[in-house]
């Protein structure tokens, strides 16, 4: 079964570094998505991207964030000067037209 | 606003027993619900969405418009189905899901 893989696994960070989250969609999926999940708290969305644009964020997703596609199979998100609120777990997700969202396996970010 | 509720944090039931996971959402147009499951340290998997109407790994669940509610229930538990059960929420389209916070079920032997 095809899967959305996410690398690293696990990343730690100091305050202030840039930090690039990586995932590998499916490959015939065409919308993809980041989310996070703050540890103990739920998971929430934060971009969506289809067509080579953002087709919709969230107010987490603000000016320190970046995504793009740079090469047709790789999606990332970018984190400029990461703070210590930004430590979560980063999911990514894709989706074909008219089905449910497959999801990787997460990058745990650790900001210190 | 869309809002997706899961009121209990922590569900213990005894296997074989019956289980139901509560979902009830806010949301004004015609929502598709979905629940998703996450094993201990694994990534989201989707157990099954409602316009699909199956019953995935013994789980069922049933969209209730009037109560807003897409509780997830199972006859029998098992320890296998001890994890972090997530109910989701879509407006439509390819729109980004809404989470509830999610439920632990913990199946006791």
């Known amino acids: 079964e095809p899967e959305v893989t996410q690398t690293p696994s696990h990343q730690v960070t100091q305050m202030g570094q840039e930090v690039i989250l990586r995932c590998v969609p499916i490959s015939n999926h065409l919308y993809f998505y980041w989310y996070r999940q703050i540890l103990g708290q739920k998971v929430e969305f934060l971009v969506s991207?289809?067509?080579?644009?953002?087709?919709?964020k969230s107010e987490i997703f603000d000016d320190q964030f970046s995504v793009e596609r740079p090469d047709g199979s790789n999606f990332t998100l970018k984190i400029r000067s990461t703070k210590l609120e930004d430590s979560a777990m980063y999911f990514c997700a894709s989706k074909a037209s008219d089905y449910g969202y497959t999801f990787g396996s997460g990058t745990r970010l650790t900001v210190v | 606003a869309q809002r997706v509720t899961q009121p209990e944090k922590l569900l213990s039931v005894f296997k074989g027993a019956p289980v139901e996971l509560k979902c009830n959402y806010s949301y004004s147009g015609s929502p598709e619900l979905f629940w998703y499951v996450q094993y201990s340290r694994q990534r989201l998997q989707l157990l099954l969405r409602h316009i699909s109407r199956e019953s995935i790994k013994g789980f069922t669940a049933d969209l209730n418009k009037g109560e807003t509610s897409f509780h997830l229930k199972k006859p029998f538990a098992q320890e296998e189905d001890s994890a972090m059960y997530y109910c989701a929420l879509k407006r439509g389209g390819n729109t980004p899901l809404v989470f509830g916070k999610g439920t632990r079920l913990s199946v006791i032997a």
């Open positions: 991207f289809y067509n080579n644009e953002i087709s919709e």
